[in-house]
């Protein structure tokens, strides 16, 4: 299968800003999209941004004009810029990808996660 791991988390006071990398991992054929999500304490989980291999990129709007995404495809590596942080952006974020994986030979499809990174933004 495909391994995704992510870094970058942490804690940051309001206004402040963090990076957070995803890094996929395996026998990767092709990525299509890759993304992130975030969960904070009672919530569901929810689509933040993701970035697809055509270039299409999708964002929550609650995030839009503060977080940006970026994928590395040579890496296969997808980024988060986070600016203007603020506390209501305070969760678990996840790295998510899916494409196509080498299994015995065979292309097969894949969706994978990654383990998440906590960011919280208090003063």
């Known amino acids: 299968q495909v391994q995704l791991v992510e870094s970058g988390g942490g804690l940051v006071q309001p206004g402040g800003s963090l990076r957070l990398s995803c890094a996929a991992s395996g026998r990767i054929g092709s990525i299509n999209a890759m993304g992130w999500y975030r969960q904070a304490p009672g919530k569901q989980r929810e689509l933040v941004a993701a970035?697809?291999?055509?270039?299409?990129?999708n964002y929550v709007d609650s995030v839009k004009g503060r977080f940006t995404i970026s994928r590395e495809n040579a890496k296969n590596t997808v980024y988060l810029q986070m600016n203007s942080l603020k506390p209501e952006d305070t969760a678990v974020y996840y790295c998510?990808?899916?494409?196509?994986?080498?299994?015995?030979?065979?292309?097969?499809?894949?969706?994978?996660w990654g383990q998440g990174t906590q960011v919280t933004v208090s003063s």
């Open positions: 970035a697809s291999s055509d270039g299409s990129i």
């Open positions: 998510n990808a899916d494409g196509l994986y080498w299994n015995g030979g065979i292309l097969a499809v894949f969706n994978s």
